[in-house]
C-alpha cells in the first residue's frame, strides 16, 4: 500500500499540524495591580502556587507579641497565583532575564532578611 501523502494546507504546514502562536501582554487601565513585599510558594504533581501578601512596616501591639512569643504572625495573602509545572522553567528563565537588565541598569540587587 502507497503512503499518504499529507496534504498542504495554504500556509505551508501540514494539515493537524500545530500553528504556533505568539502572544504579547497589554495592561490596561482596568488590570489589577498588587504591590506585594511577601511571597510564599508551594507546589502540587500538577502546578506551582505563589501566594502574595503586603506585610505592614508597622505592626500591632497584637502582633508585636506574637513576634516575640516567637510564633509566625498570621497574614492574608492577596492574590493566588496558580502556574502549572510545565511554565515555571520559562517563569524561571524570565525572571533571570529581567534581573540581569534591572542590575545592568541600577546595580546589584540586596539581599534582605
Do not use: W
Not at 502540587?44 to 504572625?73: C, D, N, V, W
Amino acid at each position: 500500500m502507497a503512503a499518504k501523502k499529507a496534504r498542504k494546507i495554504l500556509d505551508g504546514r501540514t494539515e493537524g499540524e500545530p500553528i504556533p502562536v505568539k502572544f504579547q501582554l497589554l495592561p490596561s487601565e482596568s488590570t489589577s495591580s498588587f504591590y506585594c513585599n511577601y511571597v510564599e510558594v508551594a507546589h502540587s504533581p500538577y502546578e506551582f502556587s505563589l501566594s502574595f501578601a503586603k506585610i505592614l512596616t508597622k505592626l500591632r501591639p497584637e502582633q508585636i507579641s506574637t513576634a516575640k512569643a516567637g510564633q509566625p504572625l498570621v497574614v492574608d495573602s492577596m492574590v493566588q497565583v496558580e502556574v502549572p509545572t510545565n511554565l515555571v522553567p520559562g517563569l524561571i528563565k524570565a525572571l533571570n532575564i529581567e534581573r540581569k537588565k534591572y542590575e545592568k541598569r541600577f546595580g546589584k540587587i540586596r539581599k534582605t532578611g
